[in-house]
């Protein structure tokens, strides 16, 4: 049996003693009985006892209805000195991880822009802000005079706050701060398709009346697209004609790796100079001598002619 809570704010008069209390906990197979013939199935294993209230205690049991995870079956059981265990009330509860509904929200806080069909109703709210009776001044002095006369005319028409709230959600949707407005040349209050707004909400807003762009609806005089009365085709349309250029002529142009080259040709052969300097021939790679050491004959300034040259003669 699951565990007992005793707890409850009893007179120190009373007679709901410890007896009582006992026999309402020991009552386990009452409640469960009671709950199986009520509910006829999905009755669980007991999860405890709770005393709520003098004289009584309410047995839980687990709920095992399809659809039903995390409820439980309450069973509320009574019992006065001298009498006997008696049924108070049986119930589905949900506990504390059951799936329930959310909270319920009223019609007026669910409904949403664009909700209205055809045959809806919809009346505001008798405390609606956004309107004041047509007897009243709103500031307006053309809404005022739209009203008509007192008892005549519209029964409410625009307050303040109404129309504050109109240029806010207006500004949001076709306002000077919307990309297509951005990229605009020209804006509507200088558009010949923007149709006048009466009132204080003209100074701001006009109504397109432009089919190809945002027809009938309320625009920032600041909004703009690119279908502005006086948008113009650039006068030349003609085929754009490429620059002409000299395909003969030649780029010279020295790369990295080139000059790198170059400057270990040049490296290279400075070594080599200074190589043969230290070794005491010459750079170009002659004798030091300017005949040869083998008796050839060397070419005499001013002819083709060869002397041949005398061959030293051995002392006698």
């Not at 469960?32 to 999860?47: D, P, Q």
């Not at 028409?157 to 020209?186: C, F, M, N, Q, Y």
Request: aromatic share 6%; hydrophobic share 40%; with cysteine.
């Amino acid at each position: 049996m699951g565990g007992v809570n005793t707890e409850v704010g009893t007179d120190q008069g009373s007679d709901f003693d410890g007896a009582l209390r006992e026999r309402l906990a020991s009552g386990v197979d009452v409640a469960r009985s009671a709950v199986e013939k009520f509910a006829a199935e999905g009755v669980g294993e007991h999860l405890g006892s709770t005393v709520e209230a003098e004289f009584t205690t309410t047995h839980r049991f687990a709920s095992e209805l399809p659809g039903y995870r995390g409820w439980y079956w309450a069973c509320v059981l009574a019992l006065v000195p001298g009498g006997d265990l008696t049924v108070d009330e049986i119930a589905l509860l949900p506990g504390a991880d059951a799936l329930v509904a959310p909270e319920w929200v009223p019609w007026d806080r669910r409904i949403r822009p664009g909700d209205l069909g055809a045959g809806d109703l919809l009346p505001p709210p008798e405390d609606d802000d956004r309107l004041v009776p047509g007897y009243t001044l709103n500031g307006d002095d053309e809404l005022d005079d739209a009203a008509g006369p007192i008892g005549l005319g519209r029964p409410h028409h625009l307050s303040w706050e109404g129309r504050a709230a109109a240029a806010d959600r207006w500004t949001v949707e076709r306002g000077p701060d919307t990309e297509i407005a951005r990229a605009a040349k020209h804006h509507c209050g200088t558009c010949g398709f923007l149709v006048p707004v009466a009132g204080s909400l003209g100074a701001l807003f006009g109504v397109c009346a432009n089919e190809f762009s945002a027809d009938g609806q309320v625009v920032h005089l600041e909004y703009g697209c690119g279908a502005h009365s006086e948008v113009e085709i650039p006068s030349d349309t003609g085929p754009a004609v490429a620059d002409a250029y000299d395909d003969a002529a030649v780029d010279v142009v020295v790369l990295p790796q080139q000059l790198a080259a170059t400057a270990r040709a040049r490296s290279a052969a400075d070594d080599r100079t200074d190589d043969q300097a230290a070794s005491g021939h010459p750079a170009s790679g002659h004798p030091a001598s300017g005949h040869a050491a083998s008796g050839a004959a060397a070419p005499h300034e001013g002819g083709d002619a060869e002397t041949p040259v005398d061959e030293p003669t051995s002392a006698d």
